[in-house]
């Protein structure tokens, strides 16, 4: 039991910390955008900040999916029979 409690709270971390370096990178593509004349200019669609986001985005929604079973397969091993 204590190797699955240490593997859930790494995988929780790791979650973590892609959740704030993807904000983090959305926030300075939005920010950047509208601190640069004119303000039109959309930086989301730069190669350096879309590829980043995407790459973030989509180790984002898998960890957030093997988040989610984690979490069913731990409540239907302790539920009792």
């Given amino acids: ?14 979650l973590e910390g892609v ?12 920010l950047g955008g509208m601190l640069m004349t004119p303000s039109t200019t959309v930086l989301h669609s730069e190669p350096a900040f879309s590829v980043t986001l995407t790459i973030l985005g989509a ?11 984690l979490a069913f397969n731990t409540k239907l091993a302790k539920k009792p029979s």
């Avoid at 039991?1 to 790791?14: A, G, Q, S």
């Fill in 59 to 69: 180790a984002l929604l898998i960890l957030m999916l093997a988040t989610i079973i």
């Fill in 1 to 14: 039991m204590e190797k699955n409690v240490k593997t859930t709270t790494v995988l929780l971390l790791v």
């Fill in 19 to 30: 959740g704030a370096a993807f904000v983090g990178v959305f926030l300075a593509a939005y």
